[in-house]
């Protein structure tokens, strides 16, 4: 079973077509880079892997899309406890303006069924695994605000993993970066690969070619090619890949 | 050239309406402050009976004299009946065709009862009596008493803090309607309320900002008196929890426009973020929103304050208008500004009272500053996370 499975899967909005039937599948434990230009499609395709895009007026959406074999858009699945299971860190860091603590428990709490004992605990964890604890460990209390946009994100992507997803969705999630927080995420990234399944959105084609084990290039809505990160990058078989990869357009 | 005159004009009508503001301040201090510093005794002099060993009272003295709740005897006095002659009641005495001598007849007679007390111009008093001293001491009675008659007569009970008492409860009643209502209206209209709607509904809610305020009261006056009157099988309608929920209602545009403003201006990522966690759109709106919009949600309160302390017509039409200290919002009151509006038009101008209402404007001018100081003070600075 793969852990994301397209079958055709076109968007509309309104009268817009955003992405023309797009079929991929993803292994378990793989990362999979999505690049292409600017309004390609690629950002609404993460964003349907946790039905973000359900809140866009004139949203709609033909062909299946499944998650660990369950189609995600069948009317039985609640969204709410779908994004527990998949998720997503944003294009720039988004703390919610409360302590480092109580942004990481954020979506503990939601759950209501932990104590306080556990959610510490979980709430160290996904520190530990951002890469975050030991910068922050005596600060906790501190708002989040206060920290330099690296560890922000870091912090965003602790908070993701504290709800304990088995899917990762990252849109962009260096583009406000600095290089050396950049290269902090990438690290952070090539480890969480071991016990996650990531997709991620990224304008850099060498961050995707360092990171990812897949690659999908989107253009105008179509998916152009899909395959192996190693033979993507050497031997595109698409002209339009190869001009967008050697920068000629995009 | 033309431009250097435009910003001419508008240096020009913005230094215009800086000094004006300022000319209003001054203005203002001018007239309220020497209420602290005279006394309501101009021009007039306080006299007894030459036997009566009674020779200086306070004003509160006097004034339990007259009101019959005191009597000499509690002051080392003569054991008699009091006989109080001031301008207010010399018609008792004197038919008002009575020529000057005559007054000074009869006065000079009634000078002979032991237990008379003058208050009357130094010009009318008969000669055999001797002159009382009557101490006021303006910050205790404009601070402490507890009465408010500034025109009862031979002296005025000018403590302002019933007033204040009335201002408090119909400002409390108020932001207890108005918070809740205009967090929830804020709320549903940017949550719940589908767009089609938005613009007529936005229309209505600023229609009922700019309604005038004496429409709201004769309203008030019409539909919500009789209305508090049944339910609290009370004799009276007007009180302070009338004026309060029409007040709070009629703030209600001004507070839900500001928390709207705010719940619309968090940053689209941080809600989806939110949802991103697995929250519902209700634990987005508890958690997330509205700790993220309490800044602006106290400065809403604190301005919604300071509109309902200052709202007068409303209030005057269905406080009831009874200065009296009560301590229940269902009693009659008579807020700071009802005040201002009633006497003032009364009290002539330079005297004793008209520098206590306008002691009542500057005291009613420092609260709706502090409370607008406040607001600003606090205003949202963490508005910019997650830019």
């Given at each position: 079973m793969y852990k994301v499975e397209a079958r055709k899967v076109s968007v509309w909005y309104g009268s817009y077509k955003a992405l023309d039937e797009v079929s991929l599948c993803l292994e378990r434990n793989q990362v999979l880079a999505l690049i292409g230009p600017s309004?390609?499609?690629?950002?609404?395709?993460?964003?349907?892997?946790?039905?973000?895009?359900?809140?866009?007026?004139?949203?709609?959406?033909?062909?299946?899309?499944?998650?660990?074999?369950?189609?995600?858009?069948?009317?039985?699945?609640?969204?709410?406890?779908?994004?527990?299971?998949?998720?997503?860190?944003?294009?720039?860091?988004?703390?919610?303006?409360?302590?480092?603590?109580?942004?990481?428990?954020?979506?503990?709490?939601?759950?209501?069924?932990?104590?306080?004992?556990?959610?510490?605990?979980?709430?160290?964890?996904a520190l530990r695994q951002a890469a975050l604890w030991d910068e922050i460990k005596d600060n906790l209390k501190k708002s989040a605000l206060a920290l330099s946009g690296g560890q922000q994100q870091r912090l965003c992507i602790a908070r993701t993993l504290a709800v304990r997803p088995s899917l990762l969705l990252m849109d962009e999630p260096t583009s406000a970066l600095d290089p050396i927080s950049t290269a902090k995420i990438e690290e952070l990234i090539h480890e969480l690969r071991q016990t996650y399944t990531i997709v991620i959105v990224t304008h850099n084609m060498q961050q995707a070619a360092r990171i990812s084990d897949m690659t999908a290039f989107f253009y105008m809505g179509r998916l152009i090619e899909y395959g192996r990160t190693k033979d993507f990058f050497t031997n595109p078989q698409h002209p339009e890949t190869l001009r967008y990869i050697t920068g000629r357009f995009g | 050239m033309r431009g250097?005159?435009?910003?001419?004009?508008?240096?020009a009508a913005a230094l215009t309406t800086f000094l004006v503001l300022g000319g209003l301040t001054i203005f203002l201090f001018r007239e309220g402050l020497p209420a602290l510093s005279k006394t309501p005794f101009e021009g007039i002099v306080f006299a007894v009976h030459p036997d009566n060993p009674v020779s200086t009272l306070t004003a509160a003295q006097v004034r339990a004299l007259v009101r019959q709740e005191k009597r000499w005897q509690d002051?080392?006095?003569?054991?008699?009946?009091?006989?109080?002659?001031?301008?207010?009641?010399?018609?008792?005495?004197?038919?008002?065709?009575?020529?000057?001598?005559?007054?000074?007849?009869?006065?000079?007679?009634?000078?002979?009862?032991?237990?008379?007390?003058?208050?009357?111009?130094?010009?009318?008093?008969?000669?055999?009596?001797?002159?009382?001293?009557?101490?006021?001491?303006?910050?205790?009675?404009?601070?402490?008493?507890?009465?408010?008659?500034?025109?009862?007569?031979?002296?005025?009970?000018?403590?302002?803090?019933?007033?204040?008492v009335g201002s408090l409860w119909v400002s409390i009643i108020g932001l207890a309607v108005v918070v809740p209502l205009g967090l929830a209206m804020a709320i549903y209209v940017v949550e719940f309320l589908p767009k089609s709607f938005y613009y007529p509904i936005k229309i209505l809610w600023e229609l009922l900002a700019g309604l005038p305020s004496v429409v709201v009261g004769f309203w008030g006056l019409v539909v919500v008196v009789p209305w508090i009157q049944k339910v609290f099988r009370l004799t009276a309608g007007e009180t302070a929890l009338t004026a309060g929920i029409l007040l709070g209602w009629m703030t209600l545009p001004l507070m839900a426009s500001l928390v709207e403003e705010a719940l619309r201006a968090i940053p689209r990522l941080l809600e989806e973020s939110s949802y991103g966690l697995g929250a519902t759109q209700w634990q987005t709106i508890w958690r997330l929103k509205l700790p993220y919009v309490f800044p602006s949600i106290a400065t809403a309160t604190l301005l919604s304050a300071g509109r309902i302390l200052g709202e007068t017509m409303v209030v005057l039409m269905v406080s009831g208008n009874s200065p009296l200290l009560h301590f229940s919002p269902l009693q009659p009151v008579r807020t700071l500004p009802a005040t201002l509006a009633a006497e003032l038009g009364e009290a002539p101008v330079g005297s004793y009272h008209y520098h206590v209402l306008f002691l009542l404007g500057v005291i009613l001018f420092i609260l709706t500053l502090g409370l607008n100081l406040s607001a600003y003070l606090i205003h949202p600075k963490d508005a910019q996370a997650a830019r």
């Open positions: 309004g390609c499609g690629k950002s609404t395709f993460l964003r349907l892997l946790n039905r973000m895009n359900d809140y866009i007026e004139g949203f709609r959406m033909e062909g299946q899309l499944l998650i660990d074999g369950e189609d995600i858009y069948s009317p039985e699945v609640d969204p709410v406890y779908l994004r527990r299971r998949v998720g997503m860190v944003f294009q720039k860091p988004t703390p919610f303006p409360f302590s480092i603590y109580e942004n990481v428990a954020y979506g503990l709490r939601l759950q209501n069924r932990l104590k306080e004992s556990q959610i510490r605990e979980r709430v160290e964890q | 250097r005159w435009g910003q001419r004009f508008l240096q002051f080392n006095g003569p054991d008699t009946v009091l006989i109080p002659i001031y301008l207010a009641n010399i018609e008792r005495y004197v038919p008002p065709t009575a020529s000057i001598q005559e007054i000074r007849l009869i006065l000079d007679s009634l000078a002979e009862f032991p237990g008379i007390l003058f208050a009357l111009p130094p010009a009318l008093l008969p000669s055999s009596v001797k002159q009382l001293r009557v101490e006021w001491e303006g910050w205790k009675e404009i601070f402490f008493s507890t009465q408010w008659s500034p025109t009862y007569e031979p002296v005025p009970a000018v403590g302002f803090l019933p007033l204040l």
